[in-house]
């Protein structure tokens, strides 16, 4: 079973301004911690080589993402990424960056919840293989299995990939086939509420 978190990031830094982007760093690591504490992993610990490239720790395995108003978490004991993204339309060239005609018959649309499927697979793809964007075209998806399973191809392996929706957003991890027991951490009135929600079993 793999356990990711996604926690909520107050809106209190500027947008855009370097203090937003250490607090997404840091609510980052606050869903990481959480990832520890239910996978029975080290608390601290977590380090980044040169290239930021997440490092295992005690045999551990982990990947964050971070947008403006959630950020992501794993930690697996396999080689793991995880992408988040606000579902927004962005410019319509993107589409033909990201994915190739037969990839977008394979998502079925070109809508933009189709398209940032499409992103946040790949990019967890090329973050469980300590890569960035500059691989993109080198990884495909393959098949959609439903609105929440898809698979990717990168380096000569298949992928599974689950996804989970939330608040406008759409987050991916490489799943390896197994289950996916996503935990979302919101504050609200200062109360924590925690929200779980246990995927069934994969199709
Ligand atoms: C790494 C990358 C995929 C991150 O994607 P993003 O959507 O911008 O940001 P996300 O919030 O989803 O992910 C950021 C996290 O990715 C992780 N990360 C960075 N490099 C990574 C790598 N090589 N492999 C795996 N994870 C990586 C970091 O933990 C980072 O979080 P942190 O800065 O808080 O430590 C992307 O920024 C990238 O490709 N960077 C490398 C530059 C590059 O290849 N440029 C080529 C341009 S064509």
């Not at 079973?1 to 996604?6: A, D, E, F, K, Y």
């Not at 994915?99 to 809508?111: A, F, L, T, V, Y």
Request: hydrophobic share 40%; net charge neutral; proline share 7%.
């Amino acid at each position: 079973m793999l356990t990711p978190v996604i926690v909520a990031i107050p809106p209190v830094a500027p947008p855009r301004s370097p203090r937003q982007v250490e607090q997404q760093r840091h609510y980052a690591r606050l869903a990481l911690k959480h990832c520890a504490e239910r996978a029975g992993a080290p608390a601290g610990g977590w380090e980044q080589d040169a290239d930021e490239a997440p490092l295992p720790n005690a045999g551990f395995h982990w990947s964050v993402s971070h947008k403006r108003q959630w950020a992501a978490a794993v930690i697996a004991e396999r080689p793991v990424g995880i992408d988040i993204e606000n579902i927004v339309p962005r410019g319509r060239s993107l589409h033909e960056t990201v994915g190739s005609d037969e990839e977008w018959r394979i998502m079925g649309d070109r809508s933009w919840l189709a398209f940032f499927r499409l992103w946040t697979a790949k990019e967890a793809t090329l973050k469980a293989n300590g890569l960035g964007i500059g691989e993109l075209s080198s990884c495909r998806v393959m098949e959609v299995s439903d609105g929440r399973y898809l698979t990717t191809s990168y380096g000569g392996q298949l992928w599974p990939i689950a996804q989970f929706f939330h608040a406008g957003h759409v987050a991916a991890v490489t799943c390896g086939g197994d289950d996916v027991d996503w935990c979302v951490l919101e504050e609200k009135s200062k109360r924590q509420n925690v929200e779980t929600s246990k995927a069934e079993p994969r199709p």
